[in-house]
């Protein structure tokens, strides 16, 4: 006797979309069936007409920014994504540079969220002596800035070099915002002297910032054999950088956003501080050539860099003093079905590897996560292909429900039904329906 069946759903399994029956037994995947056989369980979920994705691993959360694992998680389980990989950095927080604020992210999981989450570690050049603790208690990777991340700091040339040979040491990953400083700070000076406004975004922090950044790290990486990932990044021509160096033998990740694949440098025009982010969103040429590059695999997974900065946050200052970031953590899936799969030919298959078994395997949860297969945990997203809905942030579990944010109004294919954590129905047709049932994962390799 099984505790669940799922029955009549076509599965994204890694062998590709398939009918079939999953059975789940103490929160893990127990059993695949054809749909036609007869699997006593307990509980019976028919998901006729539905698509049923490994729940979504997001690479790049930042719900502690502005809010909390309580808002971000119920966030995360109403777009059906199961597992947060949160950022170092919070808003009101103590950034995550030692195993004592470590725990506490921990205890905070536990006490709030609905989803599972890893947590990246933070690192300051120089300050090396926390990584092993960090390590042992399981960081999914380190998270650095290439270019100005105020109190938070960032590297130059020696103090990355001096991290990668320590990172090669304690295997873990090095996860870099690249972009180059200079650049971006004289780009940007050119945007405020010719008094341009968010129409200056991204020439003010251009692809080339992007390249010449990721160039010196991959650089660096491949001479000290370290690990590497590249957050966020926003165009075809910095992917080309990363696979020229993945041929020469480096390990290094490709991690993009849905904001550079949904939206293009007019939305940010027209939505102003609320759209903006670091790198920016470049223009719909771009984006097109980055799908190319997403369909084509040279993305290996997609990060939602959700941030919920309030109106009065983005409205203080002039566009160029205003935080970077917006939500869109719950709009990953029905984002990527939408455009991608309804529009650009990206296959179900390559949905589940960018958001769920890719991340699992590259941060070291794949022992328990990222795919629908026996004895993984029974994590789910449960797509209704057939939904077409009008998105707006009134409805989400938002810290800040501004309708400023880019995607307000949005009409999207496909809405998320339900999601499963663990084989435990949280969502269900925009309901939570847990209180609190969130574990920390530690990354295992
Ligand atoms: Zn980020």
């Not at 725990?103 to 092993?132: K, N, P, T, W």
């Not at 700091?153 to 001096?162: I, P, Y």
């Not at 290094?252 to 501080?273: I, K, Q």
């Not at 945990?377 to 989400?396: G, K, M």
Request: charged share 20%; proline share 4%; aromatic share 8%.
């Amino acid at each position: 006797m099984f505790d669940l069946l799922m029955k009549n759903g076509l599965a994204v399994t890694p062998s590709g979309p398939r009918k079939l029956s999953i059975a789940v037994r103490d929160g893990k995947i127990a059993g695949l069936f054809d749909p036609e056989s007869q699997v006593p369980a307990r509980e019976v979920f028919d998901f006729t007409g539905k698509i049923i994705f490994p729940g979504l691993i997001d690479s790049h959360a930042h719900v502690t920014y502005c809010g909390d694992f309580f808002s971000g998680s119920r966030t995360a389980a109403s777009g059906g994504v199961t597992t947060l990989v949160e950022m170092p950095q919070s808003g009101h927080l103590p950034s995550v540079f030692d195993k004592g604020v470590l725990s506490g992210r921990i205890a905070s999981i536990h006490e709030e969220s609905v989803v599972d989450c890893a947590l990246y570690g933070g690192v300051r050049a120089g300050q090396l002596e926390h990584i092993e603790e960090l390590v042992k208690a399981g960081v999914a990777a380190f998270k650095v800035f290439l270019s100005d991340a105020g109190d938070y700091g960032s590297f130059d040339d020696a103090s990355l070099l001096t991290l990668l040979q320590s990172s090669h040491r304690y295997h873990c990953l090095v996860a870099a915002h690249a972009e180059s400083q200079p650049i971006c700070a004289m780009e940007t000076k050119r945007m405020t002297d010719a008094q341009k406004g968010a129409e200056g975004n991204s020439g003010s922090r251009p692809v080339i910032s992007e390249i010449l950044a990721v160039t010196r790290l991959c650089t660096l990486a491949l001479h000290e054999h370290a690990r590497v990932s590249i957050c966020h990044i926003s165009s075809r021509q910095v992917a080309g950088v990363i696979q020229e160096f993945r041929q020469k033998g480096l390990q290094v990740y490709a991690e993009t956003c849905p904001h550079y694949l949904l939206l293009n440098s007019d939305d940010v025009a027209r939505h102003g501080a609320w759209a903006k982010c670091a790198p920016p969103i470049r223009s719909q040429k771009t984006v097109n050539s980055l799908w190319e590059s997403v369909c084509e695999g040279e993305i290996d997974m997609i990060g939602s860099d959700h941030a919920t900065y309030s109106d009065a946050q983005k409205s203080a200052g002039s566009f160029w003093s205003a935080p970077g970031g917006f939500p869109g953590l719950d709009l990953i899936l029905p984002g990527l079905y939408d455009e991608g799969v309804c529009r650009r030919g990206l296959s179900l298959s390559r949905l589940a590897q960018i958001t769920a078994s890719n991340p699992a395997r590259i941060f070291g949860l794949d022992y328990c996560k990222g795919s629908i297969e026996i004895g993984k945990d029974a994590d789910f997203a449960i797509l209704d292909p057939a939904v077409r809905w009008e998105f707006h942030a009134s409805d989400t579990f938002y810290d800040t429900k501004s309708p400023h944010y880019p995607y307000e109004g949005r009409i999207f294919q496909g809405k998320v039904d339900s999601t499963f954590v663990r084989g435990k129905q949280v969502w269900q047709k925009g309901k939570i329906l847990v209180n609190r049932h969130g574990r920390y994962v530690p990354s295992c390799r």
